[in-house]
């Protein structure tokens, strides 16, 4: 069954540096999407991508925050000069289509800032 | 904007017990309506969904009835096991695509 996959499972960084967290979505989706799930709380959207562009971001998603497709097959998140309050789990989503279809999640990227 | 509320956990249940865990949303339009569950240490699986009103959703024992008329999608099963010990959440996706996520509920079933 195709799968979402996502790495790394576990990202420890200093606060200030660089991370890039990396997805390979399911091959024929359309749509990306980044979320972001601090220790115990909701599930939060950050920003969503579709024709090589985003096609939506929270007021989460900032100057510090940016997406990328390299390629045909990778997406990433690239959170700049990070922050303690950065720690949290990252999903990586996609989805084929828009309503009736729904999005199928990666495993998550565990990031800890220290 | 759209949004979903679900009962705050932790539900502490018996092994064989029903269980309810309440959900209702707030949207424009007809989104369709998901139910999410997170194990331990893994990711967000899709447990259910339903795309239009009256649809019922099912999976392993699992239900939930998509009611326009009281924007709730309920999820249901008639008797828990341990091994459904996880968080449970409830979902929309409407216009834009992206899907909003409930708080979640936390649900520990006994032996």
């Known amino acids: 069954e195709p799968e979402v996959t996502q790495t790394p499972s576990h990202q420890v960084t200093q606060m200030g540096q660089e991370v890039i967290l990396r997805c390979v979505p399911i091959?024929?989706?359309?749509?990306f999407y980044w979320y972001r799930q601090i220790l115990g709380q909701k599930v939060e959207f950050l920003v969503s991508?579709?024709?090589?562009?985003?096609?939506?971001k929270s007021e989460i998603f900032d100057d510090q925050f940016s997406v990328e497709r390299p390629d045909g097959s990778n997406f990433t998140l690239k959170i700049r000069s990070t922050k303690l309050e950065d720690s949290a789990m990252y999903f990586c989503?996609?989805?084929?289509?828009?309503?009736?279809?729904?999005?199928?999640f990666g495993q998550g990227t565990r990031l800890t800032v220290v | 904007g759209n949004s979903v509320t679900q009962m705050e956990g932790p539900v502490t249940l018996s092994e064989e017990a029903f269980l309810t865990i309440n959900c209702t949303y707030t949207?424009?339009?007809?989104?369709?309506l998901f139910w999410y569950v997170q194990y331990p240490g893994e990711g967000l699986q899709l447990l259910l969904k339903?795309?239009?009103?009256?649809d019922k959703g099912s999976n392993k024992g699992f239900e939930a009835t998509y009611r326009k008329e009281t924007t709730s999608f309920h999820l249901e099963k008639g008797s828990v096991q341990v091994s459904d010990s996880a968080v449970y959440f409830c979902?929309?996706?409407?216009?834009?695509?992206?899907?909003?996520f409930g708080a979640g509920t936390r649900l520990f079933v006994k032996a």
């Open positions: 989503a996609s989805s084929f289509g828009g309503l009736g279809t729904e999005a199928f």
């Open positions: 091959s024929n989706h359309l749509y």
């Open positions: 991508f579709y024709n090589n562009e985003i096609s939506e």
């Open positions: 949207a424009t339009g007809y989104p369709s």
């Open positions: 339903a795309t239009k009103a009256d």
């Open positions: 979902a929309l996706r409407g216009g834009g695509f992206k899907t909003i």
